[in-house]
């Protein structure tokens, strides 16, 4: 059965052209749902049946999986045994009776504007990796990057005289994104000061965050590591990672008045709707304000 799998997951990459992350979110998922099979002397996917699925979903819950996660299952076993249908390995396709999974969409968390002054402001810019972890958050809450776009970024898809970054986003996109001024003062000081001296270490291949060790790509958990390092330092209480700078990208921009098309085009969301939980977070701001600041708040 892992054949099927791994066809499944290599025609995913090669063919549908998804992301590594997406696929290996695919392979996680299909990896469980095997450990399940394998658990309940299950040898043929021809074997599987709804009932199975609901049992495996079951686990799921009595193990503390949450809805979203739970959905994710869903889709992920859709798609596969879909393929296997489609590709007659399969004579049923159990899944047909499956029932989507409801999810809340959670509000993602915000920064504002003092607590990522407070965060930018940390690093100490006379060291060559506080001037590099400068540089990066600085690039984050400007263009409100995903990480791994941060990661890939290389010097060739900076355009500092047209203040835009160009950026390979889900689905290999390319999107051009507006960077302000103050990320450019410090992408230039690392590329200047900084960087010269991790590539020598070696090859760096033309990216542009470096690892302060080998010289090579900086990782995501790396980007994960600077996000707490200097929140902590700053004393933000808040559960904050790297994609934080993203929600708080564009929430200050909906905050500011921009356009929701506009924003949904720099974060690169292919739908509208996913760019709309945005204007929720707006709304609670607003409350807040008026709860604040208003007498008989």
Do not use: C
Not at 96 to 108: A, D
Not at 183 to 206: C, F, G, T, V
Not at 219 to 239: F, H, L, P, Q, T
């Amino acid at each position: 059965m892992e054949e099927f799998v791994k066809e499944y997951l290599a025609i995913l990459q090669y063919e549908k052209n998804l992301s590594a992350n997406t696929t290996n979110a695919y392979r996680n998922d299909l990896k469980k749902f095997l450990s399940f099979l394998e658990d309940n002397a299950i040898t043929d996917f021809n074997e599987v049946s709804s009932n199975h699925l609901s049992s495996f979903f079951e686990r799921q819950r009595k193990l503390g999986v949450d809805s979203a996660t739970s959905a994710r299952y869903m889709s992920s076993l859709k798609g596969f045994f879909r393929y296997l249908e489609n590709n007659n390995y399969i004579e049923k396709n159990p899944t047909g009776k499956l029932t989507s999974v409801k999810i809340g969409r959670k509000l993602p968390a915000v920064l504002s504007f003092y607590e990522i002054e407070k965060i930018l402001d940390a690093p100490k810019t006379a060291d060559l990796d506080g001037l590099r972890d400068k540089a990066i958050l600085e690039t984050l809450y400007s263009s409100g990057l995903r990480v791994s776009e941060l990661i890939n970024l290389k010097i060739n898809d900076l355009y500092f005289d047209d203040e835009v970054v160009r950026v390979l986003g889900k689905g290999s996109k390319e999107r051009i994104v507006p960077i302000g001024s103050s990320a450019i003062n410090w992408l230039k000081e690392y590329l200047l000061h900084s960087r010269p001296h991790l590539e020598k270490k070696m090859k760096s291949h033309n990216f542009v965050f470096l690892n302060m060790k080998r010289g090579t790509k900086i990782s995501r958990m790396a980007i994960w590591n600077i996000v707490k390092r200097y929140a902590d330092e700053a004393g933000i209480k808040k559960e904050i990672h790297p994609h934080t700078f993203r929600h708080s990208f564009a929430t200050h921009l909906l905050e500011g008045g921009a356009d929701l098309r506009a924003v949904q085009e720099m974060l690169g969301h292919a739908d509208i709707s996913t760019t709309q939980i945005y204007t929720h977070v707006d709304r609670n701001y607003i409350k807040q304000v008026h709860k604040d600041h208003h007498p008989r708040g």
